[in-house]
């Protein structure tokens, strides 16, 4: 599929890389954008997808929603956009492989957020943080003031937004916004190397894992662990389990399929 604003690479071992391309707009989210988004996400086969790759072209990883489109938005367009973008990131928080977040520069706004619906954040050290938003008269409308809370904590969540301050790559490290900070020149490996060190994994097992850790998010403790109970015994209908214990009983790597 041809996409106007996104790169699509495909590597070995189900491997996708979806690269933000709009260095000019420093890959800022309108319509189209987040349209695109929608098809890229929806076209995806989690049959031959294990691990998603997101990352942005330019300095920008996504410097934030599009100003331009939003400044004239009514109240009912701002609520449409508000829920596109919403429903955009909750897919990929969705999608049944892990989802890593390439973070190689600006992440503000929508970016910060799209981030944020993404398994696991590894940044640049140029990278920069920050829900702008009330400085615009506006609030985080791509879920943010749902996950970044979740992520880092009420307190700083709240001192972030209602600020609006930046933060570089260390602080967000600091706060848990990030898993880790390399210098720019190695993102591209440490991202390879987190990919290999997942691939070596029995993929429906670290399915089941990202669907038991989702769905745990909002429940309670007896919930949670029903949860968990329902997802481990599943494992042990699949061929993955057979052969890792078959594997780790017989001293020999273990060989997974795809799925």
């Known amino acids: 599929m041809d996409y106007q604003f996104l790169k699509v690479s495909e590597g070995a071992e189900g491997v996708v890389t979806l690269t933000l391309s709009s ?3 420093l890959n800022a989210l309108n319509s189209t954008i987040l349209a695109e988004l929608e098809l890229f996400v929806d076209s995806l086969d989690p049959d031959k997808v294990r691990v ?5 072209e330019g300095k920008a990883f996504v ?11 009514s109240e009912p367009e701002g609520y449409e956009f508000g829920v596109r973008g919403s429903r955009v990131f909750k897919k990929i928080e969705d999608l049944p492989f892990p989802v890593i977040a390439a973070v190689n520069g600006f992440a503000l706004g929508g970016g910060c957020e799209l981030a944020m619906a993404c398994d ?18 506006i609030i985080p409308g791509f879920s943010g003031t ?7 904590g009420q307190g700083i969540a709240k001192e972030l937004i209602y600020t609006g301050r930046m933060i570089d790559a260390d602080e967000a490290l600091q706060i848990g916004l990030v898993n880790r900070v390399v210098a720019p020149e190695e993102l591209q490996g440490a991202v390879d190397a987190l990919v290999a060190s997942i691939l070596k994994n029995a993929p429906i097992a670290v399915s089941f894992a990202k669907a038991c850790i989702n769905e745990n998010y909002d429940l309670d403790v007896d919930e949670s662990l029903a949860l968990e109970n329902r997802y481990f015994a599943k494992c ?24």
Do not use: N, W
């Open 236 to 259: 042990f209908a699949t061929a993955d389990q057979k052969e890792g214990m078959d594997a780790f009983l017989h001293k020999r790597k273990a060989e997974f399929k795809c799925h």
């Open 146 to 152: 749902y996950r970044l809370a979740k992520l880092v």
């Open 63 to 73: 410097a934030g929603a599009d100003i331009s489109e939003m400044a004239h938005l």
């Open 120 to 137: 696991i954040r590894i940044a640049s050290a140029k990278a920069r943080f920050g829900q702008p938003e009330v400085g615009l008269g």
């Open 52 to 56: 998603l790759v997101i990352t942005g």
């Open 23 to 25: 260095p000019a707009t």
